[in-house]
């Protein structure tokens, strides 16, 4: 069996206990943090669903491997659709994600035969987007599945969900792989031994997130900045931290995705501060940067750095959710720890 998943050894063992004893649901339900391969699992099960090898998921036969390309025409994802160009009137600029347009349109496809496969497969990712609306039509159609569909609700946050959606499916929980299966799954795709470790402590668990880095270098690059920084924050005026609130919010405008990241590398940079505070050193994640988190964990005051580590997650929430990157942006600079003033003459 080729699931190969780093650390969802038990979650694939399930789903092709059930296969193999012709079990399959009409609906799972996926939980589990971020970036943990919720997604990879679904399509694992697409696959599962329709492969013509003799151990199902092949990965090599026709349907397998249009599934990873993508291109089966009975696999697809439900997702939040990002852009409101080419949107109806009624929904520009209404609150972002899954809307009941989308699981209306489903309920026509679904109600099709399979064109190429065995099993249509649908993914709504992330499920827990779905507003109210959406999630009610949707219950109609899981009261009623039509035959040869299967649904995966992909959530990070399942008690987002109608408990009703949640009832009629069968719950899988994916976990954070340990940094050591992340380590070992770096080493087995050829990542260089200092870097494996290196990735696995920053990944805190998130393989996908390890793998796109150690495949592209520009993002540990990128990060080297934020973290540079976050260093340089806390000394930094208000007139300063406004100036820089004003050029990241215009990033933000750009490429959302990299402010995102940035606030990832701030707020894990924060926590290792607050690590290091407490004695803690050993479960640092940005190992490699010991000697400054040392030094801001003696300059800084711990009740600053814990509201901020709290901040930061507000803020990248916020912008998610369409706030005025500005405001935002704004508002939490000022909020950084701040070094204690020397004394003035
Ligand atoms: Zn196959």
Redesign the pocket.
Known sequence: MTWGLVGQERAAAALERSLAAGRAAHAYLFVGPERVGKHTLALKLA?ALN???DE??????E??RRIAAGIHADVQTVTVESDEEGLPADRQGAQKGIHVSQIRELERVTALKPFQGRNRVVIIDPADEMNASAQNAFLKTLEEPPPQVVFVLVAADESRLLPTIRSRCRRLELRLPSVADVETALLERGVDEERARLLARLSRGRVGWALEVAADPSLLERRRESLSRAGALASMSVAQRLELAERLAQDFRRRPEALLADLEAWRDWWRDVLLVQGGAEDGVANVDRLPELRRDAARLPRDEVAAFVRAVEEARRYLGENAQPRLVMETLLLDAPREAQPARR
């Open positions: 696959q492969c013509e090898g199902p998921p092949c990965g090599a036969c349907p397998c």
